[in-house]
């Protein structure tokens, strides 16, 4: 699997050291977003591009990692379709694919340590939500929207019957 990654300056040295632990021990190609060296830069911009890069296929998921994961979060998440979930312990790392097939995970690294962020990217990575579920829940989605658009198209007629009469 091709793995985006990404981090700002408070996260430079786990990002090399994490970026090392997956190609070398979990076997996946990486593609490194940035940072490039511990000089100071604002995060949004590494949090956009990499999301942009799982939006557009050139790698299937992203590990982002910022001070506390939040921002990275946030940030990756303003990508539309793509879903980033902030995890820190191994039961949020494997629910962000297999609850929320979330494409993007995020690491503070002020808050944990990198031997953690090598566990949950394990967990994280060796987890796939199966497509059987992903089916049901689309199958699920477009029925509750054609109960609304029905709902939608009732009110309507209802409307319009009344201003009619008037």
Do not use: W
């Amino acid at each position: 699997m091709k793995i985006g990654i990404g981090a700002d300056h408070n996260a430079y040295e786990a990002k090399e050291e994490l970026k090392r632990y997956v190609i070398d021990e979990l076997g996946h190609e990486v593609k490194d977003y940035g940072t490039y060296s511990a000089e100071a830069v604002d995060y949004p911009g590494i949090a956009f591009n990499t999301a942009t890069g799982v939006k557009n296929g050139e790698v299937e998921r992203a590990i982002l990692i910022c001070g506390t994961g939040i921002g990275m979060a946030i940030s990756a998440n303003k990508i539309k379709g793509v879903r980033a979930a902030q995890v820190h312990d191994p039961y949020s790392a494997e629910r962000a694919q297999m609850s929320n097939n979330a494409q993007v995970i995020t690491f503070g690294a002020k808050i944990i340590g990198v031997d953690v962020m090598k566990l949950l990217a394990k967990e994280y990575l060796s987890n796939t939500l199966p497509e059987e579920i992903l089916k049901e829940r689309l199958i699920k989605l477009v029925q509750e929207k054609r109960k609304k658009l029905n709902m939608l198209k009732i009110t309507l007629a209802k409307f319009l019957t009344t201003a009619r009469r008037k």
